[in-house]
């Protein structure tokens, strides 16, 4: 069973940045992702990106604030958080799967999760 380990999380100031790891444990899928939780609410897409041809889809929550990106020769994925908003707070989940042909956005959708990674913006 493939592992997803998330780390780079922390508590930072409104305007501050962080950056995110997503490691495989050496394995490579088709499609990664980022979701995020916070309390009380449901899963929601952050980013995703197709590792074949590098395609990537941001929420528009996040976008020009987050970029996705992959080391492909360590079969790592981080998220590079600008801007950060008290908004931003949850808990960070990198997520993975085989098959291209389902929705990106979708969590269900996903086989594959981390343990989560806890990220707090501080107003």
Same mark, same amino acid.
């Not at 801007?83 to 931003?88: G, I, N, Q, V």
């Not at 989940?93 to 981390?114: I, K, P, T």
């Given at each position: 069973? +493939?592992?997803?380990?998330?780390? #780079? #999380?922390? &508590?930072?100031?409104?305007?501050?940045?962080?950056?995110?790891?997503? #490691?495989?444990?050496?394995?490579?899928?088709?499609?990664?992702?980022? %979701?995020?939780?916070?309390?009380?609410?449901?899963?929601? %897409?952050?980013?995703?990106?197709?590792?074949?041809?590098? @395609?990537?889809?941001? +929420?528009?929550?996040?976008?020009?604030?987050?970029?996705? !990106?992959?080391?492909?020769?360590?079969?790592?994925?981080? &998220?590079?958080?600008? !801007? &950060?908003?008290?908004?931003? @707070?949850?808990?960070?989940?990198?997520?993975?799967?085989?098959? &291209?042909?389902?929705?990106?956005?979708?969590?269900?959708?996903?086989?594959?999760?981390?343990?989560? @990674?806890?990220? @707090?913006?501080? !107003?």
């Amino acid at each position: 069973q +493939a592992q997803l380990v998330e780390s #780079g #999380g922390g &508590l930072v100031q409104a305007g501050d940045s962080l950056r995110l790891s997503c #490691g495989t444990s050496g394995m490579l899928f088709s499609r990664m992702a980022w %979701f995020r939780q916070a309390p009380g609410k449901e899963r929601e %897409f952050v980013a995703a990106t197709t590792w074949g041809d590098g @395609t990537t889809h941001y +929420a528009e929550s996040v976008k020009d604030r987050f970029t996705l !990106s992959r080391d492909n020769a360590k079969k790592m994925m981080y &998220l590079q958080m600008n !801007s &950060l908003k008290p908004e931003d @707070t949850a808990v960070y989940y990198c997520a993975a799967d085989h098959n &291209l042909y389902r929705d990106y956005s979708a969590a269900y959708e996903y086989d594959y999760w981390g343990q989560g @990674t806890q990220v @707090t913006v501080s !107003s």
